[in-house]
């Protein structure tokens, strides 16, 4: 894996309503939050990520996402169920 200071946190993102001067810097801090938890290779839900980062959960699907990209370090995202299969309750891991 590579090591934090060789994430550039300062790459654009991208998509059709993206707009750099009001989604840049929301975006960055988000992605920052997000790695900055999960570097530790704990496996968390969704819910469990925002209860500390205080990013909504979708944000944070997205922000995975984006750390599977090699622009934003090419991370291992591991996806796993978590508890009764019926419930459809996942939990995520950075590798």
């Known amino acids: 894996m590579e090591n934090q200071t060789e994430i550039n946190f300062n790459q654009r993102f991208n998509g059709s309503?993206?707009?750099?001067?009001?989604?840049?810097?929301?975006?960055?801090?988000q992605i920052k939050r997000v790695y900055e938890l999960?570097?530790?290779g704990k496996f968390r839900t969704l819910g469990e990520i925002e209860?500390?980062?205080?990013?909504?959960?979708?944000?944070i699907s997205a922000q995975l996402?984006?750390?599977r990209k090699k622009r934003f370090g090419g991370f291992t995202v591991?996806?796993?169920?978590?508890?009764d299969r019926e419930n459809g309750l996942f939990e995520y891991?950075?590798?």
């Not at 309503?17 to 801090?29: I, S």
């Not at 209860?51 to 944000?59: F, G, V």
Request: charged share 40%; net charge positive.
């Open 17 to 29: 309503d993206y707009v750099p001067e009001l989604d840049q810097k929301r975006l960055t801090g």
């Open 38 to 40: 999960m570097r530790d």
């Open 51 to 59: 209860k500390i980062t205080n990013d909504p959960q979708a944000s």
């Open 65 to 67: 996402r984006h750390l």
């Open 78 to 83: 591991n996806k796993r169920r978590r508890g």
């Open 93 to 95: 891991q950075l590798i």
